[in-house]
């Protein structure tokens, strides 16, 4: 079947994306149709079935990566309960050292203790490369020739973002992080 419809051919892109574990890009959407939808056109028609799904529990939303479904922020709490593990928590260390590389990328870890005012550890750093947030970029060109970190797609992917233009600023994001410090705090011992 050869789709012929702008309805037709809304409902290969509506399934291609609702089973694709990744967001799409618009290359690969076009691909599906032989010969190629027009760039143009495909945006046209993601734009009306993101108007088709407006409303519902699930949106069609543009990332860095493509088009993806995914859930609405407001539905996510109903959601979570049908989770048996939590989501990772990260100490004040690796959120701070994520956010000086996604604010001022891209940094060296010199760049990073320079702004932090503390050591950065490797395990940091390892924490955020394992989750594919970050990823070493190139070197600075000075002696010793350091490492450069900078964010990547599944970073800004996993935050919902198309660009790093995105990023909200430095004092809202600060109050929306969930911050849980790997070493407990001082405790007070009574006489």
């Given at each position: 079947?050869?789709?012929s419809t702008p309805?037709?051919?809304k409902g290969i892109l509506e399934t291609a994306l609702l089973v694709a574990a990744r967001a799409v890009s618009l290359a690969e959407?076009?691909?599906l149709f032989d010969p190629p939808i027009h760039m143009d056109m495909l945006?046209?028609?993601l734009d009306e079935?993101?108007?088709d799904w407006a409303g519902r529990g699930v949106e069609l939303v543009q990332v860095a990566s493509g088009w993806r479904f995914q859930t609405r922020p407001e539905m996510q709490g109903y959601l979570d309960r049908l989770k048996q593990e939590k989501a990772p928590r990260y100490s004040r260390a690796v959120l701070e050292t994520l956010?000086?590389?996604a604010y001022r990328q891209p940094v060296t870890r010199g760049d990073i203790e320079d702004v932090r005012g503390v050591a950065v550890s490797t395990h940091i750093l390892r924490v955020l490369e394992d989750r594919g947030w970050i990823?070493?970029?190139g070197h600075r060109d000075v002696p010793g020739r350091p490492a450069?970190?900078?964010t990547t797609r599944k970073f800004l992917d996993d935050l919902g973002l198309v660009s790093l233009a995105d990023l909200p600023p430095l004092p809202e994001l600060e109050n929306n992080l969930e911050i849980d410090d790997v070493e407990p705090a001082p405790t007070q011992i009574s006489e």
């Open positions: 079947m050869h789709p309805s037709q051919i959407l076009a691909r945006r046209k028609l079935l993101r108007g956010t000086i590389i990823d070493l970029v450069l970190y900078a």
